[in-house]
């Protein structure tokens, strides 16, 4: 257990739909990165989060958003679903960027 | 931009010794991490290089040479449990604060008996 929270586990949705993935880092860390992980693509970064401010922006959609609330918690909103949004969507933790990461357990997006 | 090459898939018997390669292109480098992961489970870390040569932890070890845009794991004394896919990945300079992760697209090995 890497002390990474994310809810839901399974998140079973229809094609235009709006979701919303949540993560609680670790204890006292600051940074929150969101990744996606599909079978073709790999493990792909979406976003970084540092204390509430975005510090990095990777291959995310327009479509995609996320933010971090002052408890440090994270959210990442998916709108319009489509069938190739299918995927799982790991959200890490690290207390400041010099360190690893640890990957909470994901959540599994299944688009139909 | 960058570019992460691992094999796919290899396959080792149980307690005999690995070596999972792993090259890289990268504008900028900050470190490379090996992580494991089991299917549909998180990825856990196993180790970080910055400089140049060899961190041993254990059964698993880590080599980086920067100028060569290379580095391996090597895994010892196998067990079945060490099925599982290898994920090598780069953390590139990318300014202050950023420090997302490159990952390739992961080497799946098999121990076999």
């Known amino acids: 257990d890497s002390g990474v929270t994310q809810t839901p586990k399974h998140l079973i949705t229809a094609t235009g739909q709006r979701v919303t993935l949540r993560c609680s880092p670790r204890s006292g860390d600051l940074s929150v990165y969101w990744y996606q992980q599909s079978l073709d693509q790999g493990l792909q970064f979406l976003i970084q989060y540092y204390n509430g401010e975005e510090r990095a922006k990777g291959n995310i959609l327009e479509r995609f958003s996320a933010q971090q609330f002052p408890d440090l918690h994270s959210e990442l909103n998916l709108s319009s679903l489509e069938l190739g949004d299918s995927a799982l969507y790991f959200c890490?933790?690290?207390?400041?960027?010099?360190?690893?990461?640890?990957f909470g357990p994901g959540t599994r997006l299944t688009v139909l | 931009g960058q570019n992460i090459d691992q094999p796919t898939e290899m396959t080792a018997t149980e307690g005999a010794i690995v070596q999972i390669n792993c090259t890289y292109q990268?504008?900028?480098?900050?470190?490379l991490f090996w992580y494991q992961q089991h299917a549909g489970e998180a990825p856990t870390f196993l180790s970080y290089?910055?400089?140049?040569g060899l961190e041993e932890k254990g059964r698993f070890s880590s080599f980086l040479s920067r100028s060569k845009g290379y580095s391996y794991l090597l895994l010892k004394e196998l067990q079945m449990k060490d099925s599982a896919s290898y994920l090598c990945?780069?953390?590139?300079?990318?300014?202050?604060?950023?420090?997302?992760?490159?990952f390739g697209k992961g080497t799946k090995l098999s121990v076999i008996p």
């Open positions: 990268t504008s900028g480098f900050n470190g």
């Open positions: 290089n910055v400089l140049d």
């Open positions: 890490a933790s690290s207390p400041a960027g010099e360190y690893e990461q640890f």
């Open positions: 990945a780069v953390r590139p300079y990318s300014g202050a604060g950023s420090y997302q992760l490159t």
